[in-house]
């Protein structure tokens, strides 16, 4: 059997497999074009050596592995940011609807919200400090610390947490 045939015969048997997985018929499409675009390439080296049919599909299946393991990771990052600027809105709102008139003494409203960082635990304090005072990114900040961007990521949450417990009152 040569390519053409191959292509004729089994591209759209192999284009609804990997639709079932990702979804997306466009991501579909771009997954078998790049696998036959990549068998195409082996096509001479691979026809008598292996069973191309099984190759091919295990090849498709990898592919939409990788494909949804990113939209995974793009999804959990997108919800990440979001609840993240929730907080920081809800802890706006929340400080401008008890603010009152002598907060606006430059001094007092300091105090409040040093004693407020300071009841932080200290690397809670220090990852919130570099982040939201100094202006460094997630991943700045965790190469500084050696820590990861995930344990960044959670100590910035508890921070907005304790924070907005503390300040709403």
């Given at each position: 059997?040569?390519?053409?045939?191959?292509?004729?015969?089994?591209y759209?048997?192999?284009?609804h497999?990997?639709?079932?997985?990702?979804?997306?018929?466009?991501?579909?499409?771009?997954i078998?074009?790049?696998?036959?675009?990549?068998?195409?390439?082996?096509?001479?080296?691979?026809?008598?050596?292996?069973?191309?049919v099984?190759?091919?599909?295990?090849?498709?299946?990898?592919?939409?592995?990788d494909?949804l393991?990113?939209?995974?990771?793009e999804?959990?990052?997108?919800?990440?940011?979001?609840?993240?600027?929730?907080?920081?809105?809800?802890?706006?709102?929340d400080?401008?609807?008890?603010l009152?008139?002598?907060?606006?003494?430059?001094?007092n409203?300091?105090?409040i919200?040093?004693k407020?960082l300071?009841?932080?635990?200290?690397?809670?304090?220090?990852?919130f400090?570099?982040?939201?005072?100094?202006?460094?990114?997630r991943?700045?900040?965790?190469?500084?610390?050696?820590?990861s961007?995930?344990?960044?990521e959670n100590?910035?949450?508890?921070?907005y947490?304790?924070?907005?417990?503390?300040?709403?009152?």
């Open positions: 059997m040569t390519f053409n045939e191959f292509y004729i015969h089994w759209s048997r192999m284009k497999f990997a639709c079932e997985y990702v979804i997306s018929e466009d991501d579909a499409e771009d078998i074009q790049d696998i036959f675009l990549e068998l195409y390439e082996k096509f001479h080296l691979l026809e008598n050596r292996v069973n191309i099984a190759y091919v599909f295990t090849a498709i299946k990898n592919r939409c592995i494909h393991r990113h939209k995974i990771v999804q959990e990052t997108a919800r990440r940011m979001q609840e993240e600027h929730f907080l920081t809105l809800r802890m706006k709102f400080s401008l609807e008890i009152e008139e002598n907060l606006f003494n430059e001094e409203l300091e105090e919200i040093t407020a300071n009841t932080l635990p200290e690397r809670c304090r220090n990852i400090i570099k982040h939201k005072i100094e202006k460094k990114k991943k700045e900040i965790a190469e500084e610390l050696n820590i961007p995930k344990t960044v100590q910035l949450t508890i921070a947490r304790k924070l907005h417990e503390k300040l709403k009152r």
